[in-house]
């Protein structure tokens, strides 16, 4: 009956609006994320790969937006995030045919950024992690926003965006540190 197909229709408009809050959760935090892919990412699960700040894969990783093969449309933010990581002309590809690509395929249209060997996988993101935990974390979320606003806003607001945060940068106790520690050939703690 009609009145059951529209409340199953609300429940579905419903949960996915609850299950839209992950990539936005991801988008606005203002650490940085790094996703490590280690198998297959299919689905949703490319699109919180990519809608993390850094994506690496496994050499033994495949990517699929297979979607389309279960008569789906892309979700998870895959339709803001792929044109913008890969182009449009690619993004309609993976959506429209829901092929599985590999690590190296992925690498090479700009999914990922880094690609190791299965067995480096850990250590390496491990190594990015903690090179990102002992950075300035005021001007990396400060980076990180301003990145993310770039790809929609003019060069004028980039640049006024720009003086604002570093005008922060500036007055924070980690720009002084980091500076002197430039001088001394040392690193600032």
């Known amino acids: 009956d009609l009145a059951g197909e ?5 429940h579905q408009l419903s ?5 839209n809050k992950l990539p936005l959760a991801l988008y606005e935090c203002p650490k940085p994320t790094i996703a490590k892919v280690n198998g297959i990412a299919a689905g949703a699960g490319v699109n919180l790969a990519i809608g993390c700040d850094l994506v690496v894969a496994s050499d033994r990783a495949r990517f699929s ?12 933010g895959g339709t803001w995030l792929l044109p913008r990581q890969i182009g449009i002309h690619r993004a309609k590809e993976l959506a429209l045919f829901g092929d599985i690509i590999s690590a190296a395929e992925a690498d090479r249209i700009g999914l990922v950024n880094r690609v190791v060997p299965h067995d480096e996988l850990d250590a390496f993101v491990d190594d990015w992690a903690n090179r990102l935990a002992d950075g300035p974390p005021l001007a ?3 980076s990180k926003q301003l ?4 790809l929609t806003s003019s060069l004028r607001e980039a640049l006024n965006a720009e003086a ?26």
């Open 6 to 10: 529209m409340e199953a229709d609300r």
């Open 15 to 19: 949960r996915m609006h609850y299950i």
């Open 65 to 76: 937006e297979i979607f389309v093969k279960r008569a789906l449309t892309v979700d998870l």
């Open 140 to 142: 990396m979320q400060m």
């Open 147 to 150: 990145l993310n606003a770039g």
């Open 164 to 189: 604002m945060a570093q005008s922060v940068n500036f007055a924070s106790e980690d720009t002084p540190a980091a500076v002197t520690a430039f001088f001394r050939k040392t690193t600032a703690k």
